[in-house]
C-alpha cells in the first residue's frame, strides 16, 4: 500500500506559479509511475501530467504543455508539479496517483493508477 498526501495548492493570481508537492507513505515511491490529474467543480477527472518510475519519461496533457513541469525525487519519496503562467481554467482540485503499469497509455489514463491523494484545491483568479 501508498499513501499519497498532495500539497502546495492555493489561490493564485493569473500568470502566477505554484508547486505542488505529492509525498508518499508506506512503500517507496521509486518503483512507480506518478502521475497529476485535476478536476474541476461539475467535470471529469483528467490528466495533467507523468513521469515514469525513472524519471527519463515525461507526458503532459496538451492544455498544460510548456507550463507545467512534472518531477521526482525518489530520495525523498516525493513528486511535484511546477505550475507556471497559471490561467483561471486551470482552477481545479489537483490528484497525485501512483501505479506499476508502464506505456503511454497507462500513463496517460486513470486505469494506470493503483493509489490516489485527497487531492489539493488550485484556484486562479483572473
Known amino acids: 500500500q501508498v499513501q499519497l498526501v498532495e500539497s502546495g495548492g492555493g489561490l493564485v493570481q493569473a500568470g502566477g506559479s505554484l508547486r505542488l508537492s505529492c509525498a508518499a507513505s508506506g512503500r517507496t515511491l521509486s518503483v512507480y509511475s506518478m502521475g497529476w490529474f485535476r478536476q474541476a467543480s461539475g467535470k471529469e477527472r483528467e490528466f495533467v501530467g507523468a513521469?515514469?518510475?525513472?524519471?527519463?519519461?515525461?507526458y503532459y496533457a496538451e492544455s498544460v504543455k510548456g507550463r507545467f513541469t512534472v518531477s521526482r525525487d525518489n530520495a525523498k519519496n516525493t513528486g511535484y508539479l511546477q505550475m507556471n503562467s497559471l490561467k483561471p481554467e486551470d482552477t481545479a482540485v489537483y490528484f497525485c496517483a501512483a501505479g506499476a503499469k508502464s506505456g503511454t497509455y497507462y500513463l496517460m489514463s486513470k486505469a494506470g493508477y493503483d493509489y490516489w491523494g485527497q487531492g489539493t484545491q488550485v484556484t486562479v483568479s483572473s
Open positions: 513521469i515514469g518510475w525513472s524519471s527519463s519519461t515525461t
